[in-house]
């Protein structure tokens, strides 16, 4: 309950005020503080505490622990979250900065129900729905169950167990010969698979035939697309349609694999984007009947042979795509999408009208363009890395090499198409193998064409960052089962 001396925020205007006076301590707590980054402008009291320093110690509002503690081999961010809850630096941080006793609030990329336990030992609360909600939520078979109750248009698809090739035919007769079949859980590079025959399938029979249940779609010709909300008690804001950068050779090993976004005035047509933000809204509303509250992000395939918009899935947390949302013009200029999430987390009352603002954000005057590309490691080599470009501004010179030009924390400050930001994941001492985040590019501007094809800028960009990169080839046999484990097999994120 809000307390009574508390009035109500009336619009944006005292929205900002309040974070800006904010008392409570926040933090988010992950790998790397790339999802947020910025956020802490806006919020007083807003620190991250991140496993990955990418700015080596020069961010004013980042901390990481100096000195590691012994664990268990880390395998998810969960992992890496856990560890940090329990690390007696950090305790030590949150402690320090407690505020009449309360220890303040915690936000997660990805969480568990043993980080639930964790954060409300040392007195977190966390600003999520429950772990047990978001996994149900986030089963790609479940999303296709809600957005039936939403009215939201999918794929053409059926949802089965497969026990074999036969079978999979069987079930997935109507869908025609060429089928996409994801499993359950995991990042849509990993467990997307493209099946045309019985060859096709025995690659990733293991992988489809240990689940009880997977979707099986048919496969179509279109582009992805990525579109956040916000579940609130007013109803579900939508923010503007993006573009996905998804499988280039230059930037990921995944044929399925996301590697970025734009953002840009008018993407898309019209109907295109009316669609999206009219079934980001349903989608939204259908979440809060099922208990869900605040931020989301979907992935949207738009049909090139008939024009038609599905959903793909859903990501009931912060995402990928957060930072370029919450960077926006229309988000500069009004408020990130993201402080919606945490008005619903906070014991304050507020008023905003849903629809006038998320009509305003779709606007084109109201935006301006920026991509953003996630690099990875594509070969097949395991490389032990010697030197590592620094978070901060880069300028790209005339003859296509880069230069680091500032240590800067605000993307905003890159100041033409000469320049970019960079933020470091994979540092000295670290190590490259197929599917290493090595960091994100951050531009002004587009870097696809409009067929999606990557563009000969984006490419030069991308040659010059990985110049910047020098590693050794290392034989993986002369690694520990701890090293092979801490640093390699899953998505950061």
Known sequence: MASKEQKTLAGLSDIKQFFKS????????????????????????????????????????????????????????????????????????????????????????????????????????VCFPSAKLRTFLDNKVNTNRIAEKAGVACVPYVLSPVENYSHLQKVSNKLGEHLVVQTPFGDS???????????????????????????IMKRINCHGSA????????????????????????????????????????????DIREKATKYTQLFGD??????????FELDFLIDQDNGEVYLGELNPRISGASSITNHA??????????????????????????????????KGENMDSWSQLIIKHTRKTLELVTKAPESGIWEMKKNGKIKFKKMNAHRQSVAGDNEAFYLQITQKDGYFYEGADLGILVMRGRLMSDDFELSVRGKRWIRALRAQYK???????????????????????
């Open 22 to 125: 904010n008392e409570t301590p926040i933090y988010f707590i992950s790998a790397t503080n790339f999802n947020l980054l910025g956020i802490d402008e806006w919020i007083n009291n807003f620190k991250y505490i991140s496993h990955i320093d990418c700015f080596e110690g020069k961010h004013p509002n980042l901390f990481s622990p100096k000195e590691e503690v012994p664990h268990e081999e880390f395998q998810s961010i969960e992992d890496i979250n856990n560890y940090l809850l329990q690390h007696p630096e950090v305790i030590e941080y949150i402690k320090s900065r407690s505020v009449n006793g309360k220890a303040g609030k915690a936000l997660f990329l990805m969480f568990n129900e043993k980080t639930e336990e964790l954060a409300k030992a040392i007195g977190l609360d």
């Open 227 to 270: 579109i956040e909300g916000c579940v609130t008690k007013h109803g579900t804001l939508a923010a503007p349609l993006m573009t996905e950068l998804v499988g280039f050779k230059e930037l990921t090993p995944y044929k399925g694999g996301w590697c970025g976004n734009e953002i840009y005035p008018n993407a898309f047509t019209h």
């Open 286 to 295: 259908q979440l809060r009947k099922e208990g869900y509250k605040g931020y």
């Open 471 to 493: 590693a050794d080839m290392i034989d993986a046999g002369l690694l520990t089962e701890a090293d092979l484990m801490e640093d390699i097999g899953f998505k950061m994120l």
């Open 329 to 362: 013009k229309f988000a500069m200029t009004d408020v990130p999408l993201f402080l919606f999430h945490l008005l619903e987390w906070l014991d304050v009352p507020y008023e905003i009208n849903v629809q006038e603002l998320t009509n305003r954000w779709a």
């Open 189 to 215: 590079g990993h467990t997307t698979f493209f099946i045309s025959n019985e060859d096709d399938f025995n690659i990733y029979k293991t992988q489809i035939i240990e689940e009880k249940e997977v979707k």
